[in-house]
């Protein structure tokens, strides 16, 4: 069935470092795959999205990966600031000829940043 | 400045009355959603619209309803036949370009049942 979840809940990672953030899926089927960070408190925020015919998208400081092969989807940002710190959700959604995406949301990976 | 707004921040009701949430935004967008949010875990759909009176069931309608009578509004109700209604409440809205996958969200609504 439809799922998107997150090898592990919680990530540490010193303040400069790189973090990268790891989801697997289950659905073949998805066409877009994307990932938001919600801060506490806060509604989420969108970052960046995939289209699953590609394998890498750059951003400003992420970078998105997708390994069809095993299924998996990665987040990576570059010399992580304080300001990183949040859930990072992975999510996935099918394209259509609308103006509305059922987004299938995992369950989430907080980041945390030692100074 | 173009946003979402929900309102109350903050929401207690006792078990058994309805309550309804509210979403307003001035981003003159046509797509609108409303998820729920349990502790740890991600967000489930409970209902979308994707043009004014219209909308359809997300995958945990049960309980709830909506209505979209305009385009920068889409209440949500909290029935009393929401088995279990506490949870932080979000609402967001979506432009047609990139196909709904950029939403934008509200800084939520957390209903408190007891």
């Known amino acids: 069935g439809e799922s998107v979840g997150l090898h592990l809940p919680t990530l540490s990672?010193?303040?400069g470092d790189n973090s990268i953030i790891n989801c697997a899926y289950s659905n073949s089927a998805s066409d877009y795959f994307i990932w938001y960070k919600q801060e506490s408190g806060k509604g989420p925020q969108f970052i960046i999205d995939i289209r699953s015919?590609?394998?890498k998208r750059q951003g400003q400081r992420v970078t998105v990966l997708?390994?069809?092969t095993v299924k998996h989807l990665s987040l990576q940002i570059a010399a992580?600031?304080?300001g990183d710190s949040a859930v990072y959700f992975c999510a996935e959604t099918f394209a259509k000829n609308s103006s509305a995406?059922?987004?299938i949301f995992g369950s989430g990976t907080r980041l945390s940043i030692r100074p | 400045d173009g946003g979402i707004t929900q309102s109350p921040k903050y929401l207690f009701r006792k078990e058994g009355q309805n309550v309804t949430l509210s979403c307003e935004q001035n981003l003159n967008h046509d797509a609108m959603y409303w998820y729920?949010?349990?502790p740890g875990q991600g967000l489930?759909?409970?209902?979308y619209s994707q043009i004014?009176?219209?909308f359809q069931k997300g995958d945990i309608a049960e309980g709830y309803s909506v209505s979209r009578e305009k385009k920068e509004s889409f209440p949500l109700t909290v029935t009393s036949a929401q088995k279990n209604p506490t949870a932080f409440y979000l609402c967001a809205s979506s432009a047609p370009l990139a196909g709904g996958r950029e939403q934008y969200f509200g800084p939520g609504t957390r209903l408190t049942v007891t």
Not at chain 2, 44 to 47: E, F, T, W
């Open chain 1, 101 to 103: 995406s059922k987004i």
């Open chain 1, 53 to 55: 015919n590609m394998d």
């Open chain 1, 66 to 68: 997708l390994n069809k």
């Open chain 1, 13 to 15: 990672v010193q303040e």
């Open chain 2, 52 to 54: 004014v009176n219209d």
């Open chain 1, 80 to 82: 992580t600031q304080p």
């Open chain 2, 44 to 47: 489930r759909l409970i209902y």
């Open chain 2, 36 to 38: 729920r949010q349990d």
